[in-house]
């Protein structure tokens, strides 16, 4: 009896296959596909370093051989621009002993009475002071206009006692400044300050305000009227008329409180209420309900652009106003506003 061939056996019965679709539920194409990948992926992170070619062998002498070449090639090529050389000149650094000096010595004079005021830099040397505090004093003698006395020397930055101490009997200075003569400011026969009372003082650069003011109508005084004020300048005095022109022209004194500039300064607002008043029965400049355009009313300080809208916008749904009670129609418009609204407008 002939004996049975064994059974073929494929890849697919391998136990890793039969692992893999049994665990994974793959079928047998998937199985071969995973193991295809797996594979692929392998083959792609072993195949650069078996094929990696052999790095060359690195020979320091050979490089060290070239650098020096191309060394000595730029010296012999390098050249010192004159420019350069005549512009940075090397310094020559001298080296000082313990006791020497950089500046040059000054021969030294036996000590006699001298005016310090007609004495150079030299001559503070040449009696015992150090170069830089004899450069010091010459340079503060010129910007003071002169010695008038020893104790401004006393005085005097990095000037040592025992040196001053030394020149002091030569100085031909007091030995303090002369004091002022103060009857320039004992009053005249008028009572009053030589300063302020003699008429051919030199005018300051800003003319003096008056003591005594008599006030003045707010509506119709312009800057240099207001300036007369202690404590207003062109500064506040433009915004006041600028605030005026704004509004049509100021119904009350505190009507002052709303100008920006002096919202923080109340003795200002005091003091121009003081020296001002408004004419009773004063009439403002009004604004025409009914024929101003947006532009021309929301200019106005208490009607605004968020007003203006309001106003221009019920007009044209509703037509023109009768009078000004008529804005109280206006649902959104505060009583409040209205008021102060009230005396800049008409209806016409």
Known sequence: MASTPPPRRSWDDWAPMRWVRRYFGYSRGEARGLMVLLAIMLATIVAPILLRPELPAYLPATDQVQLNQLAAQLKEHRT??????????????????????RYPAVAQVALAPFDPNALSAEGWEARGVPHFVAARIVK????????KSKAQLKKMYGLEDSVYQRLAPFLQLPEEAPKRDYAATKPGVDG?????????????????????????DLNTADTTQLMQIRGIGAGRAKWVVRYRNQLGGYLREDQLDEVFVLRDAPDLRDSLKKYTFVTPGYAPKTVNVNTATFDEMYLHPYIGKPRARLIVAYRQQHGPFKTVEDLKQIPILKPADWEKMRPYLRCE
């Not at 010192?80 to 313990?98: I, L, M, Q, T, W």
């Not at 503060?140 to 010695?147: H, K, L, N, T, V």
């Not at 300063?195 to 005594?212: I, N, T």
């Open 192 to 216: 009053k300050f030589p300063p302020f009372g003699s008429s051919d003082a030199p005018a300051g650069k800003f003319p003096r305000k008056p003591r005594s003011l008599q006030p003045f």
């Open 80 to 101: 010192v621009e004159s420019g350069y050389a005549s512009r940075y000149p090397k310094r020559d650094y001298k080296k000082f002993d313990a006791g020497g000096s």
């Open 140 to 147: 503060y003698r010129e910007a003071a206009g002169g010695f």
